[in-house]
């Protein structure tokens, strides 16, 4: 009987440990983010914004690392320098938004809708782009190597 409880907590522990490192979001950042629309800084990794409306949020430098922005409204965010990586934002709208040096490795942008954002020093490698309607922004597939991305002004 000991040793089968101990075969269970074995194999059982590590998905404890495996769940806390998914959901690495900080409570508090994600309500100050929802309240405010601010959130320099913050970690929301792995945070469900499902649907959130985060129109003008100013999520500069924050680390949204494997985050769920599935559907949701980025319209004239800031991004700058934000982590990304991992991040799905599919059907998601991000019109005028600054993804300026953002970490956009791996990103879901499937039936995203992208006009008139800055990604400028933004890496991109990986990128699932879909069905994505994407507009006045520089990301494509192909391309010149060396193309020059602008930078807004």
């Not at 913050?42 to 100013?58: E, V, Y």
């Not at 965010?77 to 599919?90: R, W």
């Not at 879909?130 to 020059?148: F, L, M, R, V």
């Amino acid at each position: 009987m000991i040793r089968k409880l101990l075969a269970t907590l074995t194999l059982v522990t590590p998905l404890f440990f495996t769940t806390s490192l998914v959901r690495a979001e900080n409570p508090v950042h994600v309500k100050k983010l929802l309240s405010t629309g601010e959130c320099v800084g913050c970690n929301l990794a792995g945070a469900n914004l499902r649907g959130a409306h985060l129109i003008g949020a100013d999520l500069r430098n924050a680390n949204l690392q494997g985050a769920n922005l599935r559907g949701a409204n980025l319209e004239g965010a800031d991004l700058t320098g934000a982590n990304l990586k991992g991040a799905n934002l599919t059907s998601t709208l991000a019109t005028n938004v600054n993804f300026k040096q953002a970490n956009l490795n791996q990103v879901n942008f499937t039936r995203a809708t992208i006009n008139d954002s800055n990604v400028y020093g933004a890496s991109m490698d990986q990128l699932n782009i879909s069905h994505a309607q994407i507009y006045n922004t520089g990301i494509g597939i192909g391309g010149e190597d060396g193309a020059k991305i602008p930078d807004w002004k």
